[in-house]
């Protein structure tokens, strides 16, 4: 059982890094206000903020350690707090770098 599990993370860093490498970096300067980042709260479209940067992490869902509800939880909002929370020493602008959209306007 724990050889297939192995396996299964194996292949899934495989699979994220093959996503990772075919997707564009993005660079906005773009603001993003509260209201359009409330709109964004499900599976067909995941935004969520980060310390003031916000992300499409729609695609990201599937590959999320945690599973995709973790992320569906605080999908539409500011995560900033519950991201710290459980990942605290985890580099989100390297892992997010090219789901970036814009800065949250306060």
């Known amino acids: 059982r724990a050889k297939e599990k192995n396996a299964d993370a194996g292949k899934m860093d495989k699979q994220w890094k ?12 773009e603001w993003i ?10 599976e067909n479209s995941c935004w969520i903020a980060l310390e003031g940067l916000v992300f499409d992490v729609t695609s990201y869902l ?10 569906l939880e605080v999908a539409g909002r500011d995560a900033t707090n519950e991201f710290r929370l459980i990942h605290r020493y985890v580099n989100f602008k390297a892992v997010l770098r090219k789901f970036y959209l814009g800065k949250l306007k306060y």
Not at 18 to 28: D, G, I, L, T
């Open 33 to 42: 206000t509260f209201d359009e980042l409330r709109l964004h709260t499900d």
């Open 18 to 29: 093959s996503f990772q490498e075919s997707r564009k970096s993005v660079s906005s300067t």
């Open 62 to 71: 599937k590959f999320h350690p945690g599973g995709k509800d973790k992320l």
